[in-house]
């Protein structure tokens, strides 16, 4: 149990004395340029063009438009009543210059 404790307390030393060495370690230009000239070996990543991922993707980015256009549309349903779709239309192209849209759903 000792031996474990005894351990324990070295390894954590170690650790420590390597933590706060790291902060006086310099990288050299031989080292940035090897670095720098594996990660353009690499060269970039060539994922997949699966339609269910663009679909997805497609489709939460729609998502804010979808639900903003539900939101206006239910607010204009609840200040006009429900009618028919000729009235809804006379409402919009009878008289524009006076009455539009606007002004609807702030009488």
């Known amino acids: 149990m000792k031996e474990d404790e005894k351990e324990n307390m070295q390894l954590k030393e170690v650790l420590s004395r390597t933590y706060h060495e790291k902060e006086n370690v310099e990288v050299g230009e031989v080292w940035e340029a090897k670095t720098m000239r594996s990660i353009r070996q ?16 497609f ?42 849209l606007i002004e609807s759903l702030f009488v």
Do not use: T
């Open 42 to 57: 690499i060269g970039p990543h060539n994922a997949s063009a699966d339609y269910m991922v663009l679909l997805g993707q």
């Open 59 to 100: 489709a939460w980015r729609l998502a804010p438009a979808a639900s903003f256009l539900i939101v206006v549309l239910s607010a204009a349903m609840s200040q006009f009543g429900y009618m028919s779709e000729y009235e809804l239309a006379s409402l919009f192209f009878d008289d524009l210059m006076e009455f539009n």
